[in-house]
């Protein structure tokens, strides 16, 4: 039985050396979802993944996969049985043509779809005889998303899986996505392109440094998120954080505030401290990113600043 | 099927291995007449065999090939990037690991059978005969100790992330090895000296003046060899258990 939680994880940390990839992660990934996960290169995305498939192992913390734990390499092989994988390398055999992988693979698996491997052939128009070395870019990771779809896996982990593909591919590809969860496949993936993860995504796991920054449902993310703008006759005051205020910018007689939560109430404490007009506006995934990992990064170069001062 | 990625890995250099120790087998046999009687002594055609395949350029031809059958693995998967791939497959590390070393040293095993197989055929067309029993004995000798050389060469290549670094470092420490051989204290124990059990010299079961395999094989030291080797792909499995990759 798949847990309702299939990917959790419990102060997950990884250390390379004195750098600090991902440092106490704690998340939870639900079942039969798509799972966008968000974050800058370098912070921590594709080390989170390779420690949830036993590539490299947690410096602390734990985690498990469908219920499998992530340190055990017993249960590790469970976990790699069960789901598809396709790394942002998309490194494949290139002496191997593309049947001879295709072969291989599938030997591996018991839940291998011959239909779909077909069909993604014909579709991705991949040529059986060719060596995989032979194959351009997008090509490969056509094949390496054709062996990771031709199956029935409990769970899909995608590294940028949309790189390199041209855009008639990306469209089948999210369109393959989206039915997933329907199959009973939930979808893991990390991408850069924030308007695909926006547009199939159900949740959204953002890191940055290796921390969670953000953890929630698209939908509680458009139901709550806010950009609130205040503007002011005079210079605009220092307003006190209250609860929701994620980030807050103050620029002459402007305040530009992201609120996640508490809007009506963040507008009125602008009223109250005069105010004169107060725009509350949605905001999408891109907005969001921006703001939340642009502000990390500014805030960690002020820190540095004061330090060297 | 993990054993057919190795073999699709490893299928080149065997068989480029194979047609090299053949290749360079049916050239002793066919130039056997002029270099026997270019010495002011001639020498008889089991020594000239000797010589030319188990002392000097086919023995050495044969640890550079198993060097090279060595080579490879997951630290060269990850140089090439391919590592990713093969560690998502429900294959353990262990595994993967001792898969790849029991193609490898398949493939070894071969290549020490080439020339039991070619020497004996060969050589009736150049008007000689050489016993395939003997040839099968030397093979044998090159198999075991071939072993522990290519345990050596594989747990270097599980140490070093460069294709060619591994052969590039094994290569010069046997040559460390063999000069330490020649350290008096060293001398006295002979069945430590690979190159000599690999081809006779010096040992009890050689006849040094027909240039043949007459006593009984060392037995134990050929087990010795294997089990060493073994050890050392133990060791590669230990040291992959706790890489990060």
């Known amino acids: 039985m798949i847990p309702e939680r299939i990917i959790h994880t419990s102060d997950l940390t990884k250390d390379y050396g004195s750098f600090r990839a991902v440092d106490q992660l704690n998340c939870r990934v639900r079942a039969e979802r798509i799972t966008g996960f968000l974050g800058r290169n370098g912070a921590g995305k594709s080390s989170t993944i390779k420690m949830l498939l036993g590539m490299i192992r947690p410096t602390s913390g734990s985690g498990t996969v469908l219920g499998y734990r992530i340190d055990d390499p017993k249960q590790s092989i469970e976990i790699r049985r069960r789901i598809a994988y396709v790394g942002e390398d998309k490194g494949l055999y290139g002496y191997m043509t593309v049947a001879e992988l295709i072969r291989f693979t599938r030997s591996f698996y018991n839940d291998w779809q011959p239909d779909i491997e077909r069909r993604l052939l014909d579709e991705y128009r991949l040529p059986p005889g060719r060596k995989v070395k032979a194959l351009s870019k997008g090509m490969r990771t056509k094949l390496a998303l054709l062996l990771a779809l031709a199956r029935r896996p409990a769970l899909l982990i995608l590294d940028e899986p949309t790189e390199g593909l041209d855009p008639v591919s990306i469209e089948q590809l999210l369109q393959t996505l989206v039915c997933a969860p329907s199959n009973g496949t939930s979808v893991f993936f990390s991408s850069h392109q924030l308007s695909e993860v926006e547009r199939i995504a159900d949740d959204i796991l953002m890191i940055d440094r290796g921390v969670a920054v953000l953890d929630m449902s698209l939908e509680q993310i458009r139901e709550n998120y806010r950009r609130i703008s205040l503007g002011f006759s005079t210079p605009a005051p220092v307003l006190e954080s209250i609860c929701g205020i994620e980030t807050m910018r103050r620029d002459g007689r402007q305040i530009t505030i992201l609120a996640s939560s508490n809007a009506e109430s963040i507008a009125q404490l602008g009223r109250e401290r005069g105010a004169v007009d107060i725009n509350v506006s949605p905001v999408n995934l891109r907005e969001i990113f921006l703001e939340t990992v642009q502000d990390d990064t500014k805030r960690e170069q002020q820190e540095q600043h004061h330090v060297l001062v | ?245």
């Not at chain 2, 002594?41 to 002392?55: D, G, L, M, R, S």
């Not at chain 2, 391919?82 to 070894?108: K, N």
């Not at chain 2, 060469?153 to 992330?161: D, G, K, Q, R």
């Not at chain 2, 027909?210 to 073994?230: E, N, Y």
Request: proline share 4%; glycine share 6%.
């Open chain 2, 1 to 245: 099927m993990y054993w057919y990625k190795c073999w699709s890995e490893l299928r080149a250099r065997v068989l480029l291995g194979i047609a090299a120790m053949a290749a360079a087998c049916i050239c002793i046999v066919y130039y056997q007449h002029p270099m026997r009687f270019q010495s002011d002594e001639p020498v008889t055609y089991a020594t000239y065999i000797w010589k030319a395949v188990y002392n000097s350029f086919g023995r050495d031809l044969f640890v550079i090939l198993t060097i090279v059958l060595a080579s490879g693995g997951l630290m060269q998967e990850r140089a090439l990037k391919t590592v990713g791939f093969t560690l998502a497959l429900p294959v353990s590390r262990r595994r993967a690991i001792a898969v790849r070393a029991a193609v490898g040293y398949l493939g070894v095993q071969a290549m020490a059978l080439t020339p039991a197989i070619v020497v004996p055929l060969m050589s009736p067309y150049v008007g000689m005969q050489y016993a395939g029993a003997q040839a099968m004995k030397f093979s044998l000798l090159f198999a075991c100790t071939g072993a522990a050389i290519y345990g050596v060469a594989y747990l270097t290549s599980y140490f070093m992330e460069g294709e060619y670094l591994a052969m590039l470092v094994t290569v010069p420490a046997l040559m460390v090895y063999a000069a330490l051989l020649q350290l008096p204290w060293l001398n006295r124990a002979p069945m430590l000296d690979i190159f000599h059990v690999m081809n006779g010299e010096d040992m009890p079961f050689f006849n040094e003046t027909q240039h043949l395999i007459t006593g009984r094989l060392p037995w134990l030291t050929l087990a010795v060899m294997l089990c060493v080797a073994g050890c050392l792909v133990l060791a590669a499995c230990r040291r992959m258990d706790e890489k990060d990759l």
